[in-house]
Every structure is written in structure tokens, then in C-alpha cells.
């Protein structure tokens, strides 16, 4: 079982909402990611979470803030946004940080901000 | 800087055989990832090199040239489901994934 769940699927938001992205995967993996992908581009990381502490931020503005409650758990809490943050949030998991690093994607939250 | 070049897109015909290319130059190299990924959903791992030569897993080989900098991404037996987003990625010595832009690959009947 390679599964990594993102919860929820679509999502439209206005500028001064707050809501939040979940992500979930059982497959034992220390390390979680954030990635945001826009149209036809690569995906961009966010944040890494390596046994549940934050490991990487990537200089992402403050109004994405990310939480690892538990190992199996990420989320992406999400305030103000503004409309060039409309793109697809990928979540994925990986056995660790390091070596044969294979992550596994789950299907994205596709966000539309207006 | 860190750069890893593939084409835009590519067309090929069901049935045949694609080679998909990517060169990199990296800060550090500690793997080679290729993953598919279909318009609108996730990206899903194909195959990962760290040693030079070819990996062969269905359909699908990979090969890797450590040296040059260089990987491709064979695909035979082309099916229509092969159209596709071909990513490339490699994991630097920060153990961070570095992205290509990505090869679309068009199958025609």
C-alpha cells in the first residue's frame, strides 16, 4: 500500500477565509512534504516535516502555516490568501529524508482563491 | 545553480518506442527519479537510479550516466494511457528533490 490521502479534493476560498488541507498516509514514513504546482510547471516544495519537526521552509509566506500532529498526520492551515495562490497542493511521504528517497504523491487539493 | 533540462514535449505513435531525456547539473547528486504524471492528478514514481547503467521494470527503463550527467527514460509498447507528464528529478546532496520542468508526451493512434 502506497497511499497517501489529501483531503479535501477541490476547494474555493475567499481571500479572508482560513481553512486547511489535510494529508494522511499509514505506510510507517517519517518524512512529509508540502508542494504547490501551478499549470504545466514542476512542483515547488514548501515545507518538509521529518519525524514530525519541521525541517525545511522553504521561504513560504506566512499565511501557509503547516502542522504534523502525529507521524501520520500533515495538514496546511491556509489565511488570507491571495489569488496567485490558486494552484494544485501536493502532499507526499517518503520512508525518510535521506537515501533512496522515493516519494509517494498523494492525489492534491486543487485550490481556487477569490 | 541547479538545473536539470528535459524537452517541452514530445510526440510518438502507440505502439512504438519514446526516449525521454534528461541532463542535470546538480549541487550534489544522490539519486535520479523519474515520475509520470497525468493532467490534473499526482505525480507517481516510475524508477530511481543512483548507479550508472539501466533499470529495466516492465515497459519502462531507465538509464543512468553519472558522468555525463545524463538519464533517459525508455518507454515501449507505447499505449494511449502513456500520455502523459514525464518528470525528472534528482535528489541533491541536501537530499532535496530538483525538479525538471517536465516532457508531455503525446501518443497518436
Known amino acids: 500500500d502506497t497511499e497517501v490521502t489529501q483531503t479535501p479534493k477541490h476547494l474555493v476560498m475567499g481571500m479572508t477565509n482560513k481553512k486547511s488541507l489535510k494529508c494522511e498516509q499509514h505506510?510507517?514514513?517519517?518524512?512529509m512534504y508540502w508542494y504547490k504546482q501551478k499549470a504545466k510547471k514542476p512542483p515547488e516544495l514548501m515545507f518538509v516535516?521529518?519525524?514530525?519537526?519541521?525541517?525545511i521552509n522553504e521561504s513560504v509566506p506566512s499565511r501557509f502555516s503547516p502542522e504534523c500532529p502525529n507521524s501520520s498526520l500533515l495538514n496546511l492551515h491556509l489565511h488570507a490568501l491571495q489569488p496567485e495562490d490558486s494552484a494544485l497542493y501536493l502532499c507526499?511521504?517518503?520512508?525518510?529524508?535521506?537515501?533512496?528517497?522515493?516519494?509517494?504523491f498523494g492525489a492534491g487539493t486543487r485550490l481556487s482563491v477569490l | 545553480g541547479q538545473n536539470i533540462d528535459q524537452p517541452t514535449e514530445m510526440t510518438a505513435t502507440e505502439g512504438a518506442i519514446v526516449q525521454i531525456n534528461c541532463t542535470y547539473q546538480?549541487?550534489?547528486?544522490?539519486?535520479l527519479f523519474w515520475y509520470q504524471q497525468h493532467a490534473g492528478e499526482a505525480p507517481t514514481f516510475l524508477s530511481y537510479?543512483?548507479l550508472d547503467g539501466l533499470e529495466e521494470k516492465g515497459r519502462f527503463s531507465s538509464f543512468l550516466s553519472r558522468s555525463k550527467g545524463y538519464s533517459y527514460l525508455l518507454l515501449k509498447e507505447l499505449q494511449m494511457k502513456d500520455s502523459a507528464s514525464y518528470l525528472c528529478?534528482?535528489?541533491?546532496?541536501?537530499?532535496?528533490?530538483?525538479w525538471g520542468a517536465g516532457t508531455k508526451l503525446i501518443i497518436k493512434p
Open positions: 516535516y521529518s519525524y514530525e519537526k519541521l525541517s
Open positions: 546538480t549541487s550534489g547528486f544522490n539519486g
Open positions: 507526499a511521504s517518503s520512508r525518510g529524508q535521506i537515501a533512496k528517497n522515493i516519494q509517494y
Open positions: 528529478a534528482v535528489l541533491d546532496s541536501n537530499y532535496q528533490l530538483i
Open positions: 537510479n543512483v
Open positions: 505506510m510507517g514514513h517519517r518524512a
